[in-house]
Each structure stands twice: as structure tokens, then as C-alpha cells.
């Protein structure tokens, strides 16, 4: 058997973590400062209180605990490879005040990336440090699922790992971090992905925004039909 393809699919990865109390390091740390950042992102692609969010890979709730009171009741949903730390979150993070906005069945556990039971009225996504910590294809699949669900899609914003074209092995990012062509943390080329900016009927525009551990900041738009 192989290696997993990121730390979050080793066997017994999230019960050990968890165990220990570290829901908020399993997603990387940095808590406030990076729910934060996501929230004026968010909002500087136009996200209002009566838009509804689906916040891809959504962990323990940094982004979710922020995002919540913010919007409309309901209007927050959330998926994540372990329903266990999303719980977790929704414990531990989410006020108690705010709980009744987000029923808890809005956290959907989706470990393939197909949103089961969320509605096709979701209009902003985000799926902040999610692909940089899984190879191509899933990401490409991840799109394809977007594309076709959620017909009132107005932003999607993602973020990855760069490595500049013909660079063949490990990548030192700007803040430290060592990112990978075939491990975990995976970075990507210029070469053999998106010759086009397409990918998974979207257009992945580069945005300028500095982001920790060096990652690159994406806005998707969906390509119309000809």
C-alpha cells in the first residue's frame, strides 16, 4: 500500500489529533489571523449577509466561526473529510449564541468532493489550504462537482502551491514551507495543467494577495458554454 496522499488520510490521523486537543493545529494553526484573512476575502468578492457560503474543507470552524454570525441563518455550509473535527468545532469554536444559525446537518462529511445534500443555491465558495495538500486530480474532480451543482455560483476562491515552470523536485515557498511535485504538501507548474487558465469548467485567474505559508490565491469563474 501506498504512501497516503496527504497526512489528513493516514489511518487514525484525526482520532490521535484530536485526542490531544489539536483541532486547530490539524488545520494549520494560525487561527484567528487566518479566519480573519478568509472573511475579508470573502467580502471583497462581494459576499453579503443573504449570500449562501459552502466553505470546502471547513475543519474545525476558523473560517465557520467567523462566517456564521455573519451571514443569514442557514446560509452556512461546510464539508470536510472528518465529520469528527467539524463537530469538534462546532463545540468548542462556534458561540453558543450563533449555534442556532448553523443546524448542525450543514456540515456534511464528503470526502470525494461531491457536496452531497447541499443546495444548489449556494453562490460563494472557498476552499482555503484544501488543494494544497492533494494532487491534481482531485482538484480538477472538485471542480467538475462545482461546476455541475451549483448553477448560482457567482465566486470561488482557492488556493495553491506554486513551483516555477521546469522545476522538478522540492520547492522552498516564500514563508519556509516545502512543498512537493508528488507528496504532500503538492505544488504545481505552469506545465500540464491549465495550458488555457481552464480546469474543471472554470478559469483560475491569479489573484495578488500575500497568504500565509506562501500559498497563491485563485479566483475560479465559471467558463460558459459556447
Request: glycine letters at 10%.
Amino acid at each position: 500500500m501506498g504512501a497516503p496522499v496527504s497526512p489528513y488520510h493516514a489511518p487514525g490521523f484525526y482520532d490521535r489529533e484530536l485526542a490531544r486537543g489539536r483541532h486547530r493545529d490539524i488545520v494549520g494553526g494560525r487561527w484567528d489571523e487566518t479566519g480573519h484573512l478568509q472573511m475579508v476575502l470573502l467580502k471583497a468578492e462581494g459576499l453579503e449577509p443573504h449570500h449562501r457560503l459552502l466553505d470546502i474543507g471547513c475543519g474545525a470552524l476558523r473560517l465557520g466561526c467567523k462566517a456564521v454570525p455573519y451571514l443569514q441563518p442557514g446560509h452556512y455550509w461546510g464539508t470536510d473529510l472528518s465529520a469528527e473535527l467539524m463537530a469538534r468545532g462546532y463545540d468548542r469554536e462556534l458561540a453558543e449564541a450563533d449555534r442556532p444559525r448553523l443546524p448542525r446537518d450543514q456540515l456534511v462529511k464528503d470526502p470525494d468532493f461531491a457536496f452531497p445534500g447541499v443546495p444548489p443555491t449556494i453562490t460563494h465558495a472557498i476552499a482555503f489550504a484544501v488543494f494544497t495538500h492533494l494532487p491534481l486530480p482531485y482538484l480538477t474532480h472538485a471542480l467538475g462537482s462545482l461546476a455541475t451543482r451549483f448553477p448560482d455560483l457567482q465566486s470561488l476562491l482557492l488556493t495553491l502551491f506554486l513551483a516555477p515552470d521546469g522545476h522538478t523536485g522540492p520547492f522552498r515557498q516564500p514563508d519556509g514551507v516545502v512543498t512537493h511535485p508528488d507528496r504532500a504538501p503538492w505544488h504545481l507548474t505552469g506545465e500540464g495543467w491549465a495550458p488555457d487558465g481552464t480546469l474543471g469548467g472554470f478559469r483560475l485567474d491569479r489573484r495578488p494577495d500575500r497568504l500565509p505559508r506562501g500559498q497563491v490565491l485563485f479566483r475560479a469563474t465559471r467558463v460558459l458554454a459556447p
